[in-house]
């Protein structure tokens, strides 16, 4: 079974430019997360979608970043523009259903570097 | 209060060695607990589920303890390949599962 695909791995950017990700998750799983580790950090969920609906975007700021899953299948996150405290490793995962009790699986990540 | 809480470490311990780390939380309304892995530079793997009678999975114990909010997770006979940073999860039903990580306890195991 193929793992949740993200891309690039690994992105560096001037302050104030934009930048975008992508995620693929797992084929047929409903549920799709977009987390933000800082360095030393646990990961911070920014955005949760249930197929193409949001579930909780209670902690992504609303005036730079935005996602999008238009097909209820692969997902973008977008920054614009960037800042210096944006530079994170950004991670995708996704769960079969609603992670109440099940398991989510997670991308390798893309590591961004604002400078 | 921060969500989810736990000792960042890094708990330093010999070959062989018990360890326990907990985990505390604030939602008393918790549905679902877990410990996830994560090598450095890596991405976060689910260790195990942590059930309401606790349960084990050969040198992994994880229990739960409702009353007093917090998850638990052993390791006994600690190998070199533990060594790694160890994530509490915390799911939160208002309607819908929101997972909310911890910052990690780091383990180093040295020989």
């Known amino acids: 079974e193929a793992g949740v695909a993200q891309s690039p791995r690994y992105k560096i950017i001037e302050k104030r430019q934009s930048v975008a990700f992508w995620c693929n998750p797992i084929?047929?799983?409903?549920?799709l997360y977009w987390y933000q580790q800082i360095l030393g950090q646990g990961p911070k969920l920014l955005i949760q979608?249930?197929?193409?609906?949001?579930?909780?975007d209670s902690q992504l700021p609303k005036d730079r970043f935005s996602a999008e899953r238009l097909k209820g299948v692969d997902s973008t996150l977008k920054i614009q523009p960037a800042k210096l405290e944006d530079s994170a490793v950004y991670l995708c995962?996704?769960?079969?259903?609603?992670?109440?009790?099940?398991?989510?699986?997670f991308g390798q990540g893309t590591r961004l570097t604002v400078v | 209060r921060k969500e989810v809480e736990q000792d960042p470490g890094p708990f330093n311990v010999p070959e062989g060695a018990t360890v326990a780390f907990n985990c505390t939380y604030s939602?008393?309304?918790?549905?679902?607990f877990f410990w996830y892995r994560q090598d450095c530079r890596k991405e976060p793997k689910l260790l195990m589920s942590?059930?309401?009678s606790g349960n084990e999975d050969g040198r992994f114990t994880a229990q739960l303890n409702r009353a007093s909010q917090y998850i638990s997770l052993l390791i006994r006979d600690s190998k070199l390949s533990d060594s790694a940073t160890y994530l509490c999860?915390?799911?939160?039903?208002?309607?819908?599962?929101?997972?909310?990580f911890g910052r990690g306890t780091s383990l180093i195991v040295h020989p």
């Open positions: 084929s047929g799983h409903a549920t």
């Open positions: 942590v059930y309401s």
């Open positions: 999860v915390v799911t939160s039903s208002g309607g819908s599962y929101i997972p909310t």
């Open positions: 979608f249930q197929n193409n609906g949001v579930v909780d």
């Open positions: 939602n008393s309304a918790s549905q679902s």
């Open positions: 995962a996704s769960s079969p259903r609603g992670s109440g009790g099940t398991e989510a699986f």
